[in-house]
């Protein structure tokens, strides 16, 4: 494959990065200026999360409901464990400096690796590896700093 065709194969990880990087900055910032992760993670959340809801249950409202139905302890659980990892996270970029939070944020694909070896017992192929050890080194690095 050429050069030219690899590079056009990384736009999309790029935007994503550049897209995750705004979305932190915007964050951090607002959770600072706010005085309260918290209640910037709830509001956040509260206003982010209101167009889906209403939409599918326009367009689908009876399967909406009885899934939410069948589901809700479940939905309630994960909610709860996305509002308090976030609030959390925003809490520490209010203490430290961001860019050392988001990149210890960032090294929880190495758990998911993981998972994948010893739960899905997935073969990892040696560029996985490689990629989770310049993790691993970015991690330490930062310790080390």
Do not use: C, K, N
């Amino acid at each position: 494959m050429a050069l030219g065709a690899r590079g056009g194969q990384l736009r999309l990880p790029l935007l994503t990065a550049a897209m995750i990087a705004t979305y932190t900055l915007v964050d951090a910032q607002g959770a600072r200026q706010s005085g309260s992760a918290l209640s910037y993670t709830l509001w956040l959340f509260l206003l982010s999360g209101i167009p889906l809801p209403l939409w599918a249950l326009y367009t689908r409202r009876g399967a909406v409901l009885a899934y939410a139905r069948q589901h809700w302890p479940l939905g309630m659980a994960g909610g709860v464990g996305t509002t308090a990892s976030y609030a959390m996270a925003l809490w520490a970029m209010t203490q430290a400096p961001v860019a050392m939070i988001s990149a210890l944020r960032e090294s929880s694909i190495l758990f998911a690796l993981l998972i994948s070896v010893f739960v899905l017992r997935e073969r990892v192929p040696r560029v996985r590896w490689l990629a989770a050890s310049l993790i691993v080194g970015g991690v330490l690095a930062l310790r080390m700093a």
